[in-house]
Structure formats: structure tokens, C-alpha cells
């Protein structure tokens, strides 16, 4: 048996494949860098959803911060072209009206007054520098298109250094065809410096042109390079009978740092996790791997185990004689609920003449290796001082020698019987042990009997001897404390339990039947301790 | 598996008493001892006139503690159990062992 579970055991570990990780591990640490970099992205078009829609309202802000300041411009000049009406164009008078002007606002250059319902427009009066528009040659096209208007009339920006605005105003209702003509400087360069940090548009880069199109000759001021790359913004503000355009991108993440940084730390924590989940997962996988190869270990280990415990208890039991006819013997040996241990339980059955055998019932105290060995020496020992023809009395005592509780941490009980199986006379001597049940049609009772005590105690004297006649139809059962004792009971409640199991025995069956029932209606889950049962039986 | 593995066996020694009283308790048995192992040795060490053994805790007791207890007996030769419970003096008078293991009267 043993042999055999050794042979099996090879086949019990196949060899693992060993791979760098397992495709389990590899297919979620994939999985979860995919949903890492999906979410990421997610993560990212929001934040940037988000800034060009913050950027759309700014610029649209902007646009209307920007509309609000222009109509002072146009109400100077209308002012002024009112004066002039009133004046009947007096250039004094224009001049002298304007002179406050120019001097509040340095970036008007020039501010004229003309006649237009005369075919070629007349300079009637100037008041700043000479207007740029009639040294470039275009003050007639441009006035030929000026009418009575509510509206600022745009000339365009005309080339120079600095770069001028001209537009003209003609009152609603005007019949005289004055106009006034203004030309504003641009800033010396395009670009312009930062907006101060305080402005509501400090965080946008913005470019206006004049039109509705951002042309560079149009540009009329910026303060990033044009034209402006990257996401833009863009709202146009009416200015005169044109317009401005106002182009905007951000130099800062409107949303807030954090909402920036956002699909970062998504990315970084996302792989972070991925990665430490594939490293739990197959640490904890190949814990796994490696707890189970174990367990199949412990298992087959515990089953070898268990084999060896049987096949040696077994080893360690006789063969029992043949007694003759009219007389039965058996018996029976359970292993302990866990039969890893082997016990010190044992029994001997020993024909001495042709109608007189003598048997012996022990058990050693303790479980595993010591108790067993001591229990075969106590057997062996036994039969050697049976052979010589010692009485059971004589033998018990002389036992007592092999086995010191000091020195073995051992003691044993032994009962010990001797039969005349054809008179049926029984004598019995027990060193510890519980006295033999007798069981007949008249009921089931403990014999009784003195008890000396266990083997290796260190008693001095033969243990008492009691003799009894049996009755014919007697079934006399040995055991040992395996069979009757559970944990927390009263030993004499197993007792009585023994006894009414065994006298409902109706002897319709072998008495190794018989045996097999008792133990089994006893103990349907197995016993506790190892437990011996022994039965002789006489047929009447 | 730790609750499989507390401790169910316990030995409290009264210091400098006479007689030298020693307290025993819970489940006396092959699986327990061990545990209580060094205690009964120290107790081995010591050399009073009388013991006595209170064990109205006990409540198991196998072939283990016996023979515990009779280690005991024979190495103090007078010891008494006191408190004794039907049960382990069931066991006492089974093994024959009531003339080594003398059962106090104050006992069930």
C-alpha cells in the first residue's frame, strides 16, 4: 500500500508551465492601460471643451467691453461737426473747439472739417497735423462715399509711420454737407505689450482687425504675433458702417491649473494602478499556485501518512486461532477519527490447550510511534511468559517491569483472561482495564471484579483474580476505553451504552458481523480514540 | 486554524503555599499537555511536603493526564485532588488507580 502510494505520488505535480507573467495578469494590466488611456482622453477633450468654451465667453467680454468704449470717440466728433453747423464752418471756431481734444487725447493726429456738396471735397478747416488721407491721394474717394449718417464712416487704415485710422462723421440731417474727419495713431508697432494682470482679459493673446476678416493690413493692434495660431475665439463689434474683429486665444488654461494637469494625473495614477493591480494579482496568483501545489503536497503527504499508520497497526495485531467448534472468537480494531497516529491499542487471543486459551485487552497510554512500540513489546512480552507457562496474574506482574511512567511518560491497562472454553469457566485479572462485558439471553453486564492499577505504575503485587461461570449461551465482549468513553460524559453513561447495544444482539449473525454493528451503532462517525473490541461467543 | 491551536490545557501554582497548591483546568489531554509542559516540569523542580490539587476546572481528562497525574503522585508522594468532579473520579476509580490518587473530601 505503501509502496503503491509512493508509485502514484510522481504523477501527483506535473510540471508547471512557467511564464514571465500569466496571460490572466498580462490581458488586465492590458485592459486596465487601455481604460486608463480612454479615460485620459476623455479627461483631456473635457478640460479642453471646457477652456474654449471659457474663451468663447471671454472674448465675447471682451467684444463687449470693447463696443462700450467706442461711441466717446464718435461723440467727440459729432460734437464737433455740430459746432461747426452752428458756426457756419468758422475754422476759428473749429479750431478752437478742437484744441481741447487734441490735447486730452494724444493719438488723435488730426481732426478736419470739410465741404462735400460742392463736387470735390473742400478742407475747410484743420485742426492737429494735415490729414494723411489727401497726401495719399484718396480723400475724394472716400468722401464721395460719405453720407448723413448716425454712424462713424471708416476710411481704412492708412499706411504711415505711425499707421492711422481715418473715419469721417456727417450728422443725420444734414443739408450743409459739412463732415468732420478724424485720423486716429495706431500704436508705432502692431504688437502691443501685455494686458496688466488686473484686466478681465489678462489671460487672453488678442489681435483686432478693422473689417470683418483677419487681414494683417487690417491689424490694428495684438499682443501675440499674428495671425494668431492654435485654438481661437472670435467676436466682431460694430464700429461706424464697419466693424472690428476681435481674435483670441488663451495664454493660460482658463479652467485652472488642476483641470489642466488633470488628464495628467489621471494618466500617471491610472498606470500606477494598473501596474500595482498586475503586480498584486500575480503575486497573489502565484501565491495561489504555489499554496495549492502545497496543499496537494500536505494532502498526498497525509494520505501516505495514514496508509503507513494503518498498514503498521495492523502489522502490530495477530492473527486470531481457531478455538473449535460451539466457540467464536473476533476482533475488531478502529483507528482514531483523525488515523493519522497509529494507537497503542491491542489485543491477543492465545490457544494454550486444546480447550483453554488465554486473551489479553490493552492499551498503552498516549498515541503515535512510542505508545505503538510499547504496546508490541508489551505483546511480544506477553507471549513469551504465556509460552512458559506463567498465569495471567503472574504475567501482569511481571509486565510491570518493562514499562516506568517515569521513564516512559507510558503506563498501560491490561485485562487479561483466562477461558475454558469447553467448561466455560472465565477467570480475569485487570491491571487498570475496564472488566469484560457479558452478555446472554438474560441481559448485558460489566462483569465484576477488582481492579489493580495500569502496568507501569509501579505496583509491587499480582493483580486480583475473579472467576465466574458462563452462562451457555454467552457472548463475553473486551474493549477498551475507545470504545466507550466520549469527551465530557460519564464513563459509566458509555458503559451503560455499550450494554444496550450489545444485548440487542439477536446472534443471527457472525460475531464479526456482530462486532461491526456494535462498533458502528455506537459510533456511526468513527471513534475518537482507537478503540479494540473483542468477542468470544459460545453457540450453546 | 489559530482557534484549533489556543491553548485548552491551563496550570496556575500557588507560590510559597502549604501545602503547595496547584490549580488545574480545562481539557486535560494528549492534544493540550504539551502546552502546559514547562509548568508541570518547574512543578517537578520543587519539593514540598504535601500537594494539593484543585481540579474543579477540569473538564476532560485522557489516558495523557493520567498518567500526568501520577507522575505527580509518585514524585510528591502525598497528593491530593480536591474538587473533583464525577467524571475524572470515574476515571480514577477505572484504572484502579484510587489507592494512588487519594480524592479529597471535598469532591462530588
Redesign the interface.
Known amino acids: 500500500m505503501w509502496e503503491a502510494s509512493r508509485a502514484g505520488s510522481a504523477h501527483a505535480a506535473p510540471p508547471m508551465k512557467r511564464w514571465l507573467l500569466r496571460p490572466l495578469t498580462l490581458g488586465i494590466v492590458c485592459a486596465s492601460l487601455i481604460l486608463t488611456v480612454a479615460l485620459t482622453w476623455v479627461v483631456r477633450v473635457a478640460n479642453q471643451h471646457t477652456n474654449h468654451r471659457l474663451l468663447d465667453q471671454q472674448v465675447q467680454q471682451a467684444a463687449a467691453a470693447l463696443s462700450a468704449a467706442l461711441p466717446a470717440t464718435q461723440s467727440h466728433l459729432l460734437d464737433a461737426a455740430q459746432v461747426a453747423i452752428a458756426t457756419k464752418a468758422d475754422p476759428q471756431v473749429f479750431q478752437r473747439f478742437m484744441a481741447p481734444q487734441l490735447a486730452a487725447d494724444k493719438t488723435i493726429a488730426s481732426v478736419s472739417l470739410w465741404q462735400l456738396n460742392s463736387g470735390t471735397p473742400r478742407l475747410l478747416a484743420t485742426a492737429g497735423q494735415p490729414p494723411l488721407l489727401v497726401s495719399l491721394g484718396r480723400a475724394e474717394q472716400f468722401f464721395s462715399t460719405v453720407r448723413p449718417s448716425k454712424d462713424l464712416l471708416v476710411a481704412g487704415i492708412l499706411p504711415g509711420t505711425p499707421r492711422r485710422v481715418g473715419y469721417a462723421v456727417m450728422p443725420d440731417g444734414e443739408t450743409a454737407g459739412l463732415a468732420v474727419y478724424a485720423e486716429q495713431l495706431l500704436p508705432p508697432s502692431t504688437r502691443v505689450g501685455r494686458i496688466p494682470a488686473s484686466s478681465p482679459f489678462a489671460d487672453l493673446d488678442f489681435a483686432f482687425y478693422l473689417g470683418d476678416k483677419p487681414v494683417e493690413s487690417q491689424l490694428v493692434e495684438a499682443t501675440t504675433p499674428t495671425p494668431i495660431k492654435g485654438h481661437t475665439a472670435s467676436a466682431t463689434v460694430p464700429f461706424g458702417n464697419t466693424s472690428l474683429l476681435l481674435v483670441a486665444t488663451t495664454n493660460k488654461p482658463l479652467a485652472g491649473g488642476l483641470s489642466q494637469a488633470l488628464w495628467w494625473i489621471v494618466l500617471a495614477v491610472g498606470c500606477a494602478l494598473s501596474l500595482a493591480s498586475g503586480f498584486t494579482l500575480e503575486y497573489v496568483g502565484r501565491r495561489r499556485v504555489a499554496a495549492e501545489a502545497l496543499a496537494a503536497e500536505n494532502e498526498r503527504l497525509y494520505v501516505q501518512q495514514k496508509d503507513i499508520a494503518a498498514t503498521l497497526q495492523h502489522a502490530l495485531l495477530p492473527e486470531l486461532p481457531r478455538l473449535g467448534s460451539g466457540v467464536e472468537v473476533a476482533a475488531r480494531y478502529l483507528a482514531g477519527s483523525d488515523g493519522l497516529d497509529v494507537g497503542g491499542d491491542w489485543y491477543d487471543v492465545i490457544r494454550t490447550d486444546d480447550d483453554r486459551c488465554l486473551f489479553f485487552v490493552g492499551?498503552v497510554?498516549?498515541?503515535g510511534l512510542k505508545a505503538a512500540t510499547t504496546m508490541a513489546s508489551l505483546r511480544f512480552a506477553i507471549r513469551a511468559y504465556v509460552v512458559q507457562g506463567d498465569p495471567i496474574d503472574v504475567v501482569l506482574l511481571k509486565i510491570g517491569d518493562l514499562l516506568d511512567?517515569?521513564r516512559d511518560?507510558?503506563?498501560a491497562?491490561v485485562l487479561a483472561g483466562e477461558i475454558d472454553f469447553q467448561s466455560r469457566r472465565a477467570t480475569f485479572a485487570?491491571?487498570?482495564h475496564?472488566m469484560p462485558l457479558l452478555v446472554s439471553s438474560a441481559g448485558a453486564e460489566l462483569l465484576a471484579g477488582?481492579?489493580?492499577?495500569?502496568i507501569g505504575?509501579?505496583s509491587a503485587n499480582r493483580p486480583p483474580t475473579s472467576t465466574v461461570q458462563l452462562p451457555p449461551d454467552a457472548t463475553m465482549l473486551a474493549f477498551t476505553?475507545g470504545v466507550v468513553e466520549r469527551?465530557?460524559?460519564?464513563?459509566?453513561i458509555g458503559l451503560d451504552r455499550l450494554c444496550s447495544v450489545a444485548s440487542a444482539d439477536d446472534r443471527s449473525q457472525p460475531l464479526e458481523k456482530a462486532l461491526d454493528l456494535v462498533l458502528t451503532t455506537i459510533s456511526p462517525d468513527g471513534v475518537d480514540?482507537d478503540a479494540v473490541l473483542l468477542g468470544l461467543r459460545w453457540q450453546n | 486554524m489559530a482557534e484549533l491551536e489556543e491553548p485548552r490545557a491551563w496550570i496556575r501554582v500557588t507560590p510559597n503555599a502549604e501545602p503547595l497548591f496547584v490549580e488545574l483546568g480545562g481539557?486535560l489531554d494528549?492534544a493540550s499537555l504539551p502546552t502546559i509542559e514547562a509548568d508541570l516540569d518547574g512543578l517537578l523542580r520543587r519539593d514540598p511536603a504535601r500537594v494539593v490539587i484543585d481540579m474543579h476546572d477540569v473538564?476532560?481528562m485522557?489516558?495523557?493526564a493520567?498518567?500526568m497525574l501520577?507522575?505527580l503522585a509518585?514524585h510528591f508522594g502525598d497528593v491530593t485532588l480536591e474538587r473533583v468532579n464525577?467524571?475524572v473520579r470515574?476515571?480514577v476509580e477505572?484504572?484502579?488507580?484510587s489507592?494512588?490518587l487519594s480524592i479529597g473530601r471535598g469532591s462530588a
Open positions: 492499551d497510554s498516549g498515541r511512567i517515569e511518560n507510558h503506563f491497562t485487570s491491571a487498570g475496564f477488582e481492579v489493580a492499577p495500569p505504575v509501579g476505553d469527551k465530557g460524559e460519564l464513563i459509566d480514540d | 481539557q494528549i473538564h476532560f485522557d489516558s495523557s493520567v498518567a501520577i507522575r509518585n464525577p467524571m470515574r476515571i477505572v484504572l484502579g488507580l489507592d494512588h
